[in-house]
């Protein structure tokens, strides 16, 4: 993305995610900010009900990394004339804010395409920008988690209420991502045609598309799936259940298919004989059989330690995973090997700030990022670059324009 420019007038994580991935892949991605509060998210002192510390920010450091951050009010004359100019110089206009807001300070498309017409202008929403709910607003806890369904499907029915959204900005992430993918279609398309396209995702469409295998499914019968509590288990294969080991932490088998598994499995979870068993020696003898198999292996599991079966399965021809929290992955070695996790600077002068890598990888290469800018840290350089001199840029300032 070297050489293309985006222009993001946008706030919280969904739609900045996208500019943080497209960072990631080389783009200027100049994020513009209210000139005294910022990004509304910079205010947030609790994540999950864990307090923040706002010069280490999760909640700005992973959906703003690599990005300049220029201060505009944009509810101002002088402002939108400043958003004008540096749209005249971007490839990519990126926005989150609702179609009045849009409207209501004059960088809707039509106000961006007037200064340049052949930019890609790219809309994040919570329901789409089309239907009755087009002027209603959302977050990933409502419009990604709730009325989806996803929060239904993951709330086992034995609950008998819901469970709430464990992840803060879950969808948001996932959403930012497709996004992103659409504005490389869309760079793609103009490049070829000249022809430069609008882009809309909602997460409500990137929480169906995510779970899209059981919503066709649901359409198609009219019954919805459900998670299981733990220790329940209708599968019809023993070989893909969780399994408790001897000091609480959990086994994933995940063997979808056993042909050509079978012998080496059962040795794996020290029951050899099994593989010469009739019951369990073959597939359909082995479904046949799924509740008497998950008997014979949920003993054994239970038998030994968790760090036992995570060191031993290892050269388990089958597919499994330990059960792991989010902290756990981040000493996981194959996460580390990966380039999963990147140290940045941290606006504070501390320690390193981790944050993880957008997921995709060219040739093998850990892609470079840099920290999250601090509120409108970058205005007088982006405006110098477009063009303005300092006297103009002094009188902005001065306006309350920009800061």
Known sequence: MDGIR???VAQFTFVPAAGAILADWGADVIKVEHPVRGDTQRGFINMGGFQLDPNRHPLIEHPNRGKRSVGIDVSTPDGQEVLYEIAKTADVFLTNYMPQ?????????????????????????????????????????????????????????????????GIPAFGDSIGGMNIAGGISAALFHRERTGEAVE????????????????????????????????????????????????????????????????????????????????????????IQNAEAGVQLIAEAIAAKPFEYWRQHLKTM?????????????????????????????????????????????????????TRAPQASEHTEIVLMEIGLDWDRIEALKESGAIA
């Open 199 to 286: 882009i809309d995702v909602s997460l409500l469409s990137t929480a169906w598309w995510a779970a899209g295998a059981s919503v066709t499914q649901g359409m198609e019968t009219g019954e919805t799936m459900r998670s299981l509590m733990p220790g329940t288990t209708t599968s019809v294969n023993p070989f893909m259940a969780n399994y408790l080991t001897s000091d609480g932490g959990t086994i994933n088998l995940c063997i979808v298919s056993p042909t050509g598994y079978i012998r080496d499995t059962w040795e794996h979870l020290g029951l050899p004989e099994l593989a010469d068993d009739p019951r369990f020696s073959d597939v359909m003898p082995l």
């Open 101 to 165: 807001a849009r409207q209501k300070n004059k960088f809707d498309v039509e106000h961006i395409r007037a200064v340049n017409p052949n930019i890609i202008y790219a809309r994040g929403s919570a329901y789409g920008d089309k239907g009755p709910e087009r002027l209603v607003g959302g977050f990933d806890g409502t419009a990604f988690w709730t009325r989806s369904g996803i929060g239904h499907a993951l709330t086992p029915e034995e609950i008998g209420g819901a469970l709430p959204q």
């Open 6 to 8: 985006v222009l993001e």
């Open 317 to 369: 021809k089958g597919q499994w995973a330990p059960f792991q929290s989010l902290v756990d992955l981040a000493t996981d070695e194959q996460a580390i090997a990966n380039d999963m996790i990147v140290e940045v600077e941290a606006a504070d002068g501390g320690a390193p700030f981790k944050v993880v890598r957008g997921p995709v990888q060219f040739n093998h290469e850990a892609l470079e990022t």
